[in-house]
T-cell receptor
Framework: KQEVTQIPAALSVPEGENLVLNCSFT??????LQWFRQDPGKGLTSLLL?????REQTSGRLNASLDKSSGRSTLYIAASQPGDSATYLC????????????FGKGTKLTVNP | KAGVTQTPRYLIKTRGQQVTLSCSPI?????VSWYQQTPGQGLQFLFE???????NKGNFPGRFSGRQFSNSRSEMNVSTLELGDSALYLC???????????FGPGTRLTVL
């Protein structure tokens, strides 16, 4: 069964710092991978989607990469801002599985002014 | 376009009762998925409906069920509520074969 691990569980950085969030899969057979942001008490906002034929995606200050051979993905946030404070979740669609998305437990990011 | 809407946003029930949650997908989206989020287990997939048929199912007991209507709106039902069912229930919609899922704000269920 596919399991997703996100490291670190929590991260606190000063404003302006560049940072990397990590996500790893027990089974590298991932069809595609999605990064989400969740604000307290709210639903999920999709940030980036890496489809099966892609290796990375960029949107503004965010860059996500996927290395299927190692079962790892990273989310890079450049020049962090206090408004980036949230929980970041990665989720993969397992190949051949019955689950729609398998989620990690998230990294809680705090960006201090 | 309006986003995914979920009703009610908050719900308090007692053990043994049953509950029905509703989800309206983005217009044109025919796939609706349900997830349970708890502090201990994180986000877990419940089931997915497409064209009124359950297409995928997660590992949850039969007390959790759902359905989808012809207008793509979906409901999920939990019978014989247990304390452990307290969670944020999230609904997501997507295009027929689209990989990107769009989530609603969730329904916060508290079981006393």
């Amino acid at each position: 069964k596919q399991e997703v691990t996100q490291i670190p569980a929590a991260l606190s950085v000063p404003e302006g710092e560049n940072l990397v969030l990590n996500c790893s899969f027990t089974d590298s057979a991932i069809y595609n991978l999605q990064w989400f942001r969740q604000d307290p008490g709210k639903g999920l906002t999709s940030l980036l989607l890496i489809q099966s034929s892609q290796r990375e995606q960029t949107s503004g200050r965010l860059n996500a990469s996927l290395d299927k051979s190692s079962g790892r993905s990273t989310l890079y946030i450049a020049a962090s801002q206090p408004g980036d404070s949230a929980t970041y979740l990665c989720a993969g669609v397992p190949q051949g599985g019955s689950e729609k998305l398998v989620f990690g437990k998230g990294t809680k990011l705090t960006v201090n002014p | 376009k309006a986003g995914v809407t979920q009703t009610p946003r908050y719900l308090i029930k007692t053990r043994g009762q049953q509950v029905t949650l509703s989800c309206s997908p983005i217009s044109g989206h025919r796939s609706v998925s349900w997830y349970q989020q708890t502090p201990g287990q994180g986000l877990q997939f419940l089931f997915e409906y497409f064209s009124e048929t359950q297409r995928n199912k997660g590992n949850f007991p039969g007390r959790f069920s759902g359905r989808q209507f012809s207008n793509s709106r979906s409901e999920m039902n939990v019978s014989t509520l247990e304390l452990g069912d307290s969670a944020l229930y999230l609904c997501a919609s997507s295009l027929e074969w689209g990989p990107t899922q769009y989530f609603g704000p969730g329904t916060r269920l508290t079981v006393l």
